[in-house]
């Protein structure tokens, strides 16, 4: 069934003048025109610090458009010529009451809204505040207001609490969209489909039948200019909490009764509030952190993450961090999830492996086969390179019994035209409908805090320096002791399964 196009809307997006707006923002619309999921009826009114007037943020966007696609033929483009009409700025200082003022003027009582907070969290729960002080956010008469909130939600469990409380009081939970754009990948949205479709998967998903989960989220790049925040923020603040967890709730979740949203959003809250709480000894066995040293990266001479700029020399914030979880539940009885992420590391490679259990090795034991035959491994590649792939083991041709493996694979890139899209086309699209089911719910936000809250803690204390690993690397040493006692190994970062015969990279 097509979808349907959004109903009239204003989205009001606080920070218009930034990176988010015209990498991501701005593209996915002009992606969902072209889609005719939106028409003449969306309209964007931008706010920002920088005084200028409509044709001040449409010049903006027209360069950068204009960059992205290497040539001076994107302001031509029929999708971004009709939603260039439709983007008003206004400038101010959203701490102040005459930005909001102006806000209501231009939006009128009775028009839909979503506000897109694309600021510094520190002005989540102030921004929201002022909203409601106005009457912005009060839906009358067959409107809808709506909030949308970029992560990180929180720098810990009590802020997120706090933060959550704030909104809440002057906001209904179903008027808050906490965003996380990892949900937006095509691939990411199919898990649910791919496990409770297809009965030859959703049959063996459970301690019987896999080993161990492995979930990865690595970054070619480094911190760059962003050190003044990422060394507040840390690798485990900056990617645990929010974008792995919610991929770890996508795999572990219970078949949810309906696919409505709240009957997804209660699994995934179910699974986040399973995840084993550490005690502080625990947590010293269970989470290592790295940091990356000076060396090359792609041709490039890298200083050490305490050499960047606006990172403090004698830092202790980890750029590399590698956890071992437990779901409590009877489905995930006793299988680890394996959790890492980092940066300056030997590829971009977001993927999710389940590792099945090894085969009875009975009617193998008088061969070589049985010191040499891998399990069966799932392998979901949410990036770069969106898909699936399943590695067996065949015969290989010969008198001999010889195993090899061979992988079944499947890659969005092949079967579909997906384009160029930034992950936020769906997010947006279901804001405006009012979908909130790839959206994170309270509860849910701070289950995902209560989990790493004990690393937290022991690291706050812990006077040493994360442990040191090379540029372009798979990460610190300590990460592969930490699987590799329990007899596992960690999946190469960048090589997927066999494709169509060859290695993919």
Known sequence: MDAAPTPPVTL??????????????VPAIINLTRQRLVGEDLNILGIGIEPGDDEFLRGRLDAFL??????????????????????????????????????????????????????PPSFFGSIVEKLAAHGLTDEKDGTFRRVAIEKPFGTDLASAKALNAQILAQIDESQTYRLDHFLGKETVQNLMTARFANMIIESLWNSRYIDHVQITAAEIV??????????????????????LFQLLAMIAMEPPNSFDAEAIRNEKSKVLKALRIYTPDESKTHGVRGAYTAGPLNGVELPAYRDTKDVSPDSRTETY??????????????????????????????EIVITFQPV??????????????????????????????????????GLSVDTTPVSLDFRYADKFDIGKTTGYESL???????????????????????????????????????????????????????????GRQWHELGVLLHHNGKDAK
């Not at 204009?66 to 009409?85: I, P």
């Not at 961090?321 to 971009?348: C, E, I, N, Q």
Request: charged share 25%.
């Open 12 to 25: 009001v997006i606080f920070g218009a003048t930034g990176d988010l707006t015209r990498r991501l923002l």
């Open 66 to 119: 204009s960059h992205l696609n290497g040539d001076k033929q994107t302001v031509k483009d029929e999708a971004w010529e009709s939603l260039r009409r439709r983007i008003s700025y206004t400038s101010g200082d959203f701490t102040k009451d005459d930005i909001f003022l102006e806000i209501g003027r231009r939006l009128g009582p009775d028009a839909n809204a979503a506000f897109y907070l694309a600021v």
């Open 222 to 243: 480094d911190v760059g200019s962003r050190g003044k925040f990422y060394d507040a923020t840390g690798a485990l603040r900056d990617m645990v909490p929010n974008h």
């Open 321 to 350: 961090v590698a956890l071992k979880l437990y779901a409590d539940t009877w489905r995930w009885a006793g299988v680890p999830f394996y959790l890492r992420t980092g940066k300056a590391l030997t590829a971009r490679d977001t």
């Open 360 to 397: 009875p090795f009975a009617q193998f034991r008088e061969t070589e086969v049985s010191r040499r035959l891998p399990p069966n491994r799932l392998v979901i590649q949410v990036q770069p390179d969106e898909g699936m792939s399943m590695e067996i083991s065949i015969k290989s041709p």
């Open 428 to 486: 947006l699209y279901d804001l405006f409908i009012g979908d909130q089911t790839l959206f994170q719910r309270a509860d849910g936000i701070e289950a995902g805090w209560a989990a790493v809250q004990p690393f937290l803690d022991i690291w706050a204390k812990d006077p040493s320096t994360p442990e040191p690993y090379a540029p372009g690397s798979m990460g610190p040493a300590c990460a592969d002791r930490l699987i590799e006692r329990d």
